[in-house]
């Protein structure tokens, strides 16, 4: 599984941005499809998350509820994150993460990062 994520940038506090993760590869089970984050000098930590194949098991971190929101397309391909009223302390680098269960013999269960895209929120 290859995910390839982007959307990241520079951004004036108060102000938005929509981060997209792709997922190709072949997949049997989509468990998780989520975003972590880290900031410089601090653990990577979760920052939101689609559990299974419904699209309103959430698992969002307080700090970000009421301003982030996540979501998925409909073939689970792609996961999203829009991030409205951007503070400063959310700049980080901001990684798409899933967690699969593989098409192989026999089936397998991994997880995969993306590669991380900054996100900058000057004040």
């Known amino acids: 599984v290859q995910l390839q994520a982007y959307g990241g940038g520079l951004v004036q506090a108060g102000g938005s941005l929509r981060l997209s993760c792709r997922a190709s590869?072949?997949?049997?089970?989509?468990?998780?499809m989520g975003w972590y984050r880290q900031a410089p000098g601090k653990q990577r930590e979760l920052v939101a998350a689609?559990?299974?194949?419904?699209?309103?098991?959430?698992n969002i971190t307080d700090s970000v509820k009421g301003r982030f929101t996540i979501s998925r397309n409909n073939p689970k391909t792609a996961v999203y994150l829009q991030m409205n009223n951007l503070q400063p302390e959310d700049t980080a680098a901001y990684y798409c993460?899933?967690?699969?269960?593989?098409?192989?013999?026999?089936?397998?269960?991994?997880?995969?990062w993306g590669q991380g895209t900054l996100v900058t929120v000057s004040s």
């Open positions: 993460y899933v967690d699969v269960t593989g098409r192989g013999t026999p089936p397998f269960r991994a997880n995969y």
């Open positions: 590869g072949n997949v049997l089970s989509l468990h998780v």
């Open positions: 689609m559990l299974g194949n419904s699209n309103n098991n959430t």
